[in-house]
């Protein structure tokens, strides 16, 4: 695949994402009861904020900077969802298989766009995690909700999962479209997987503290 071809690709991998992002911003809007103003804040800032800080890391051109078309889209998608989301029933689900899709968009979007860059598969594996998590993380924050990075559920190894198996194809010489669509499935099956199940990584679990007797008789020894 020429390079002239893949440059519309990811511009299109980039307004899907922005687009995902921005309807799950709207979305919490609608559950904190925001008026349409504030749906378009949060949608536009979700949709727009992993890109952001992936381009300013990189040192490159804002990506809605260069296409203010994206901004035009979160701000569409924003205030359709200002109308319709009450015929949802479970804003709660839709929230989260709609962030599915879209951190493996933008997954893939930001580790391509490393690779374009020279960064090397590494740097461009975080910058691609980078992508997916700032913008989620803007919207709870902003919006109130307990942060999606900080439950026990699976997405940032979901998320690093797809941007290794991106990296890897493209190493190997699959070619882009292919390393993407290994990318966007391996990111989402595992965060659908985890959603599904509930599944999450080990976690830290604290252990009691030494009591001053075995304090003592270790530094005896």
Not at 119 to 139: C, E, F, Y
Not at 173 to 191: I, N, P
Request: with cysteine; glycine share 10%.
């Amino acid at each position: 695949m020429t390079i002239e071809t893949l440059i519309p690709l990811m511009a299109a991998v980039d307004l899907m994402a922005a687009i995902v992002f921005a309807v799950t911003g709207a979305l919490v809007a609608s559950r904190k009861q925001m008026d349409i103003i504030g749906f378009m804040w949060l949608g536009t800032v979700t949709g727009v904020g992993g890109g952001t800080v992936r381009d300013l890391l990189l040192g490159v051109p804002v990506f809605w900077v260069e296409d203010p078309s994206l901004v035009v889209a979160c701000l569409i998608a924003a205030v359709a969802v200002h109308f319709t989301s009450h015929l949802v029933q479970s804003r709660y689900t839709l929230i989260l298989w709609l962030d599915a899709a879209g951190m493996a968009l933008v997954t893939v979007a930001g580790t391509a766009k490393g690779l374009d860059n020279d960064t090397g598969p590494l740097v461009a594996m975080v910058m691609g995690v980078i992508t997916a998590a700032v913008g989620g993380i803007i919207r709870d924050i902003l919006g109130q909700e307990p942060s999606i990075i900080l439950r026990r559920e699976i997405y940032v190894t979901a998320s690093l999962a797809g941007a290794g198996a991106y990296a890897v194809a493209d190493n190997v010489g699959a070619g882009r479209l292919t390393a993407a669509l290994c990318g966007l499935a391996v990111a989402f099956v595992a965060r659908g997987l985890a959603i599904r199940f509930g599944w999450s990584m080990p976690v830290f679990r604290a252990r009691p503290g030494r009591t001053p007797e075995e304090i003592e008789r270790d530094s005896n020894q």
